[in-house]
């Protein structure tokens, strides 16, 4: 398992960071192993790097991303996913709609830098 951080300067919004070089997103189980880390530590926020998610959850149609986000949203643990999609959302309108209604919400991010997250949540504190 890859490392991480956490930012716990606000204890009332704890913000894990996880690292590039840990083990790829491919199911809903490997989601649930973050969320249940995420709850078991208090956090609020998952800051999850584009890199780790499999490009299956880019194809809107194989479900895995539909899936995998309402596990965080049942769960009630943010997610934000942080890093370059352009190429994901050039090839699809369906995509590029639903990151944009994703980012409008509280719930689920696409963000292109960890500067960005801070920015967003910017206002918790």
């Keep these: 398992m890859g490392?991480?951080?956490?930012?716990?300067?606000?204890?009332?919004f704890?913000?894990?960071f996880e690292d590039v070089a840990g083990p790829i997103i491919a199911r809903t189980d490997d989601a649930m192993d973050l969320i249940g880390n995420a709850s078991y530590s208090g956090v609020s926020l998952v800051a999850l790097p584009v890199e780790r998610l499999d490009p299956e959850f880019f194809r809107l149609s194989s479900l895995l991303a539909g899936d995998i986000l309402q596990k965080f949203v049942n769960y009630r643990v943010q997610l934000a996913?942080?890093?370059?999609?352009?190429?994901?959302?050039?090839?699809?309108?369906?995509?590029?709609?639903?990151v944009w209604e994703s980012n409008?919400?509280?719930?689920?991010?696409?963000?292109?830098d960890e500067a960005a997250l801070v920015?967003?949540?910017?206002?918790r504190e």
Excluded at 3 to 12: F, G, I
Excluded at 104 to 112: A, D, I, N, T
Excluded at 119 to 123: I, L, M, P, R
């Design 3 to 12: 490392a991480m951080r956490t930012d716990d300067s606000n204890p009332d």
């Design 14 to 16: 704890i913000i894990q």
């Design 81 to 98: 996913i942080i890093g370059d999609i352009s190429r994901y959302v050039a090839a699809s309108d369906a995509l590029r709609d639903f």
């Design 104 to 112: 409008r919400g509280s719930h689920v991010w696409f963000l292109p």
């Design 119 to 123: 920015a967003k949540v910017g206002g």
